[in-house]
């Protein structure tokens, strides 16, 4: 069974540029959340999404948005790119019994770089 | 508030010994308490959880410890191997949305 793979694994944008992130969920898994990494935050939620509707969302600006689709696909956009903004995006999926117990199945991550 | 931390940030340890990592947590309302693990350039990996009306699970190697008295919460690792070198994070499940946080990491680093 594949896992949750994130696309695409490295980029790097400039101040002022928007990004998309893409991730297709592990068969099957409905529920699909983002969170951004970073060595001074840690682990932060953006938002999560079940079915095409986004369940839970994160303290983030509205400059982070995101979105999933019919096949459980999900992306993530961030508009207007800050420094701040460079950090590992995580994606990750889980069965519904999953998402009430921590049972989350995360990609790789997305490396996104701002200069 | 929320807040879910650790008390370390490094631990080292000899292959063979074993590993103790604790957590900080400080939501007594939390439903379920999670370990997870990363390596490096990979994504976190889910270890294992304990429901918060329990106090003790096992799982491969692996024994989770949740003490609600002092909002504790341990992992603790048998005979460690050098695979298990790696970050590791604890996390809570909050609230009818099941909002997960995570702590900040703790990297265990283990000795040949």
């Known amino acids: 069974k594949a896992g949750v793979t994130q696309t695409p694994r490295y980029l790097i944008k400039t101040r002022g540029q928007q990004v998309t992130l893409s991730c297709s969920p592990i068969?099957?898994?409905?529920?699909v959340s983002w969170y951004q990494q970073t060595p001074g935050q840690g682990l932060q939620f953006l938002f999560e999404y079940f079915s095409e509707t986004q369940r839970n969302k994160g303290n983030f600006p509205g400059r982070f948005s995101g979105r999933q689709f019919s096949n459980s696909r999900s992306e993530m956009n961030v508009s207007t790119l800050e420094l701040g903004d460079s950090a590992l995006y995580l994606c990750?999926?889980?069965?519904?019994?999953?998402?009430?117990?921590?049972?989350?199945?995360f990609g790789e991550g997305s490396r996104l770089t701002v200069l | 508030g929320e807040s879910v931390g650790l008390h370390l940030p490094t631990l080292s340890v000899q292959e063979g010994d074993n590993s103790i990592i604790n957590c900080a947590y400080s939501n007594s309302a939390s439903d379920y308490f999670i370990w997870y693990k990363q390596e490096s350039g990979k994504g976190p990996q889910f270890i294992i959880d304990i429901r918060s009306n329990m106090d003790k699970r096992q799982g491969q190697r692996v024994t989770v410890l949740l003490n609600k008295t002092v909002k504790h919460l341990s992992l603790q690792i048998a005979a460690t191997q050098p695979g298990d070198s790696a970050v590791y994070f604890c996390a809570e499940i909050t609230g009818a949305n099941s909002k997960l946080t995570f702590g900040k990491g703790i990297t265990l680093s283990v000795r040949p």
């Open positions: 068969s099957g898994h409905r529920s």
């Open positions: 990750a999926s889980s069965l519904p019994h999953g998402r009430n117990t921590g049972e989350l199945f």
